[in-house]
């Protein structure tokens, strides 16, 4: 199993910048994915971004242009620079863990992030 720990959210102002980091423990298979999902109270768990093993990139286009996801396979860690922040990202972040040889999801308990207009 895989254990996932978030940190990095809090309250900023919108046009501001936060960054998210988590750390991933246990039994670290490859291939894989890790990334961020996010969910505002009333509203579906989204995708933000993800990063394979490989060092892959994939944004939702709400993002693009304004987030980066980079991850340090050696620390088995995965960060989320957010910038321009906006009202709309407010949310609860998650991390994910996906691993593509076992076809198995892990989450982390998730981060509050929340953007003041």
């Known amino acids: 199993q895989v254990q996932l720990v978030e940190s990095g959210g809090g309250l900023v102002q919108a046009g501001g910048s936060l960054r998210l980091s988590c750390v991933a423990s246990?039994?670290?298979?490859?291939?894989?994915?890790m990334g961020w999902y996010r969910q505002a109270p009333g509203k579906q768990r989204d995708l933000v971004a993800t990063?394979?093993?490989?060092?892959?990139?994939n944004y939702a286009n709400s993002v693009k242009g304004r987030f980066t996801i980079s991850r340090d396979n050696a620390k088995n860690t995965v960060f989320l620079q957010m910038n321009s922040l906006k009202s709309e990202d407010t949310a609860i972040y998650y991390c994910?863990?996906?691993?593509?040889?076992?076809?198995?999801?892990?989450w982390g308990q998730g981060t509050q992030v929340t953007v003041s207009s």
């Open positions: 994910n863990f996906a691993s593509t040889l076992y076809s198995t999801d892990y």
């Open positions: 246990g039994l670290i298979s490859r291939p894989n994915a």
């Open positions: 990063i394979t093993s490989g060092g892959s990139p």
